[in-house]
């Protein structure tokens, strides 16, 4: 498939977004927990910031997707069968709750509202966050099913390419509030760090299995089959059109195969390697910059990835223009 | 349809239904495949669920897949989801189009009965083209189907495609070489020796 830059950082953007408030809530929990000194209000809003901004922008890049942006509402209609449809609604769902529950935290609504048990207080944003939690979740589960839900794409078509959303866009979230809580001068980069590595080593376990998955099966269908003539010595002469056409515009990423071994080789060193090693450097030097850095790579590794990602699979229609394919 | 830079360098445009060629064999052993290429209105339609507008649909009463255009938002997901590359996005108005059946044609009860068909059907010069219903089970194209062994492309899919792809047809007689060869001359039988050389052909029987 031809890499669609929108397509590109509408997943790792929201994938980042999503993530950042998972580490959120989740920091929030182990401060109920009395795991971890509870954080100053500036931390949260500054985070459910920062995780909207991320939302947002994911929002914009798919706008460039589309044809027709200005029909684009009616693509919230077709949830009962589409995924894409189903990220339509669920990604304004999570978008609002990551505003009210920074609202509600900057608002100060932090008493509880009532109490489980005489040990478990629960606040407004304790709900908010329980139900942008799910939200997070499933807005993971949606964007990944657009992909693993296609039959024909034997390289997307696993349950591996939902683990590699959840686990990749988990690892760029915790990665960034370890930043962020590293800018901000707390202290739960150690906390966020240990996070982000062990969601890093879950990412390369699973996107380490997909890309040896890959590797190795071959395509259902072949050409005799496309055209329904048995023949093993099959040659296509023309394929319809002399110039290019959306079919070989679409499904080819045109690429040599060295340039995306080059590609892999970098997102593996960029997404997996490069930040556990600054995570791990700035958690001994108490460095502001690395956790930061650790981000960055990282997030650029991710782009690099879902690069790879669109190359890797082939699309059956590629049987009908073998020039190309 | 629309067209882009038809007459300059890099033309490209949407098609609805494209001729593709193939060639089966090795020189001088080969055979050449046209293959028209459209949209095949699958029973099973996988672009239709896709769609998060509805704008993709197979209607109700004849089967035909479609997509609205003033519905559709051209995310090019439904491409993506069909296996056999039939739709292709219209640069021009930004939405996705694919072969429609003529379901202008074919629904248009002012046009005689005989012309409510696909415009591809009509104009082909030798008929090579069908049309008609395939769940009646005497319809012509049910029975070519049936008869001739009309097959679907990719059928490990389970997509169940409409339209069918009939195979070449051949005019064989089946000739043995003891029919060209009289391995019962009688001629033989008396050893005479004045045969022509090359041995004995049906034409012996005259000399």
């Known amino acids: 498939m031809h890499p669609a830059f929108s397509v590109i950082f509408l997943t790792t953007l ?208 072949d050409m005799q089959s496309a055209i329904g003539v048995h023949h093993s010595q099959l040659h296509q002469k023309a394929q319809g059109f002399m110039g290019g056409s959306f079919n070989t515009r679409e499904f080819f990423h045109g690429k040599s195969d060295g340039f995306l071994l080059m590609v892999r080789y970098i997102f593996l060193l960029m997404v997996f390697v490069l930040p556990v090693l600054l995570i791990l450097f700035a958690y001994l030097s108490e460095s502001v910059r690395l956790p930061i850095a650790a981000f960055a790579i990282q997030y650029i590794g991710l782009v690099l990835e879902r690069y790879y990602f669109f190359t890797e699979a082939k699309h059956p229609q590629n049987l009908y223009y073998q020039s190309m394919a | 349809m629309t067209d882009q830079r038809p007459y300059d360098e890099d033309p490209t445009g949407t098609f609805f239904n494209r001729v593709q060629t193939y060639e089966a064999g090795v020189f001088p052993n080969t055979e050449t495949y046209h293959f028209p290429k459209s949209c095949l209105h699958c029973e099973d339609p996988p672009c239709v669920p896709v769609c998060p507008t509805g704008a993709s649909y197979k209607r109700v009463d004849n089967g035909v897949v479609l997509v609205d255009y003033d519905k ?31 379901v202008d044609r074919i629904t248009d009860t002012s046009l005689p009965e005989s012309e409510r068909k696909p415009a591809c059907v009509l104009a082909c010069p030798t008929s090579a083209r069908l049309f008609g219903d395939i769940h009646d089970p005497n319809s012509n194209v049910s029975v070519a189907i049936r008869e001739e062994g009309g097959y679907p492309l990719q059928p490990e899919w389970g997509t169940k495609p409409a339209n069918h792809y009939l195979p070449r047809r051949k005019t064989r007689i089946q000739i043995h070489e003891d029919e060209l060869v009289r391995a019962d001359n009688p001629l033989k039988k008396e050893e005479l020796p ?13 000399w």
Not at chain 1, 113 to 132: E, R
Not at chain 1, 192 to 210: K, N, P, Q
Not at chain 2, 75 to 98: F, H, L
Not at chain 2, 194 to 206: C, F, H, I, K, R
Request: one cysteine or more; hydrophobic letters at 50%; a positive charge.
């Open chain 1, 14 to 221: 929201l994938g980042a977004g999503q993530g950042l408030f998972l580490a959120l809530y989740t920091g929030q929990l182990y401060a109920l927990a009395n795991l971890l000194p509870d954080q100053s209000n500036d931390f949260y809003i500054m985070g459910s910031f920062l995780s909207m901004v991320l939302l947002i922008a994911g929002l914009i890049a798919s706008v460039f997707h589309l044809g027709r942006p200005e029909r684009a509402w009616r693509a919230a209609t077709q949830w009962r069968t589409s995924w894409l449809s189903r990220e339509v609604v669920v990604l304004p769902v999570a978008m609002a709750l990551t505003f009210v529950y920074g609202l509600f935290h900057y608002l100060g609504w932090t008493q509880a509202l009532f109490t489980i048990s005489d040990t478990l207080p629960v606040d407004a944003t304790l709900v908010t966050g329980a139900l942008g939690t799910l939200a997070s979740f499933l807005l993971f589960l949606c964007t990944a099913m657009i992909y693993a839900s296609l039959r024909f794409i034997k390289a997307w078509h696993t349950p591996l390419t939902v683990a590699n959303f959840l686990f990749l866009g988990m690892a760029s979230g915790f990665m960034l509030a370890a930043a962020l809580s590293a800018y901000m001068g707390t202290n739960l980069v150690a906390f966020y760090g240990t996070w982000a590595v062990v969601a890093t080593t879950l990412g390369a376990i699973s996107r380490g299995s997909s890309l040896y998955r890959n590797s190795k099966f071959r395509c259902k269908v």
């Open chain 2, 72 to 102: 559709c938002i051209g995310c090019k997901y439904c491409s993506w989801a069909c296996p056999y590359g039939a739709r292709e996005i219209d640069e021009k108005s930004r939405v996705m189009k694919k072969c429609t059946l003529c």
């Open chain 2, 194 to 206: 004045s045969l022509p050389d090359g041995g004995e052909t049906l034409d012996d029987v005259a």
